[in-house]
Each structure stands twice: as structure tokens, then as C-alpha cells.
């Protein structure tokens, strides 16, 4: 178990739908990244937030967006959900440091329909 | 362009055959080198970090080490609860994300 924390751990939609996909941190970390990996494809870094500011942005489509809260919980959200958005949804925390170390959750299976 | 790649893509063992597999990789600088393992359909699971050629790190029957080109992942003896994927990630330092590679599909059969 890392500590990190997601919820839900499935979701079923349809296309067009709008979804919200949350995250804890391990205790401590003040660091929240966000990854899609689709079925037999790499880890795709989305966006990373740190202590309630966005850091670092990767592939992320305009129709998802993120925020970090004061509690440092995260929140992913994905709108006008199209088939090719179903995929395993991960969230990692990591600490401050010289290199950051990334601690992943269980992930969210998201399934568009 | 800063790039990972792993080798090879998948590799099947027999329990106790000896292997390695390979993490090549190009970038400005290396801050640090990751290796996590991943079972289907579950988070990626922290193995070890490497900050300079010449490291090495050790956990159970994994070892890893660390060259200014490529890192290795050692397997000794390994057993069928081994099997997962293993992936290489790597922090160039240049803008906060990590580079990662697509895997090694690891099967290690009894």
C-alpha cells in the first residue's frame, strides 16, 4: 500500500458524459501528478501539481482539467468523454526533493461507453 | 530529444533462470532513474531510484544498477510471483516530468 489513495475505482459512463476522479496523498507530500495508461500503452503524464499550484503539464486534452485543494487532495476532471478516453486513470504523490520520487495509487478504470 | 527505451519488450523465464533487462537511455542530464513494477491493472509499485553511474541497489532478488547510458535491472532466481511489468523512468531535470520507457513484460514460468 503507498498511501495514495483513489476514488472511484471503476466508472462507467457514455460519451459525452463529464466525470470527476479523486486523489489523496501520502501524508507529507505536497506533490499530485496525474497519468492515463490505456489498454497496452505507456504511462502518460498529464499534470502535475504542487501545494495547490499547477507545475508542470504534460499531454493533457482541453477537455480535462485539474486542481489541487488547500487539503491537497487532488481532482481530475474529464468532460465530453469520448470512447478513446477509456483507460486506467493513476494518481501519484511525491515529496520534495533533489528528485521526486512518485508514489502511484491503485488507479481508476474508467470505461466510456 | 530526451528518450527511454526499454529492452526487451517481453521475456519469459523459467523459475530460477537468471536475467536481466535493459534501460537506455538519452537525456541532458540525469537527476535520478526510476524502476517500478506494475501488475495488470494496478498502480505502478516504487522499486528503486539511481542518481549516478557506478550505483547499484538491491531488494529481495532485483538488483539494480546504473552505467552513464543505460541501467539494468537484475533478476536472480526468480519465481513466478516476479512475473509482472517492470518499468525504467527517468528525471532529466529540465522540466519537472519524468521520462518513461514502455516496459518489459516479465513472465516467469514454475
Known amino acids: 500500500d503507498s498511501g495514495v489513495t483513489q476514488t472511484p475505482k471503476h466508472l462507467i459512463t457514455a460519451t459525452g458524459q463529464r466525470v470527476t476522479l479523486r486523489c489523496s496523498p501520502r501524508?507529507?507530500?505536497?506533490?499530485v501528478y496525474w497519468y492515463q495508461q490505456s489498454l497496452d500503452q505507456g504511462l502518460q503524464f498529464l499534470i502535475q501539481?504542487?501545494?495547490?499550484?499547477?507545475?508542470a503539464k504534460g499531454n493533457i486534452l482541453e477537455r480535462f482539467s485539474a486542481q489541487q485543494f488547500p487539503d491537497l487532495h487532488s481532482e481530475l476532471n474529464l468532460s465530453s468523454l469520448e470512447l478513446g478516453d477509456s483507460a486506467l486513470y493513476f494518481c501519484?504523490?511525491?515529496?520534495?526533493?533533489?528528485?521526486?520520487?512518485?508514489?502511484f495509487g491503485p488507479g481508476t478504470r474508467l470505461t466510456v461507453l | 530529444e530526451d528518450q527511454v527505451t526499454q529492452s526487451p519488450e517481453a521475456l519469459r523465464l523459467q523459475e530460477g533462470e537468471s536475467s536481466s533487462l535493459n534501460c537506455s537511455y538519452t537525456v541532458s542530464g540525469l537527476r535520478g532513474l526510476f524502476w517500478y513494477r506494475q501488475d495488470p491493472g494496478k498502480g505502478p509499485e516504487f522499486l528503486f531510484t539511481?542518481?549516478?553511474?557506478?550505483e547499484e541497489k538491491e531488494k529481495e532478488r532485483l538488483k539494480a544498477t546504473i552505467t552513464k547510458k543505460e541501467s539494468f535491472l537484475h533478476i536472480t532466481a526468480p519465481k513466478p510471483e516476479d512475473s509482472a511489468t517492470y518499468l525504467c523512468?527517468?528525471?532529466?531535470?529540465?522540466?519537472?516530468?519524468?521520462?518513461w520507457g514502455l516496459g518489459t513484460s516479465l513472465a516467469v514460468n514454475p
Open positions: 539511481l542518481y549516478s553511474a557506478g
Open positions: 501519484a504523490s511525491s515529496a520534495p526533493g533533489y528528485t521526486d520520487t512518485q508514489y
Open positions: 523512468a527517468v528525471d532529466a531535470g529540465n522540466n519537472r516530468k519524468l521520462i
Open positions: 501539481y504542487y501545494n495547490g499550484e499547477e507545475r
Open positions: 501524508s507529507g507530500d505536497l506533490s
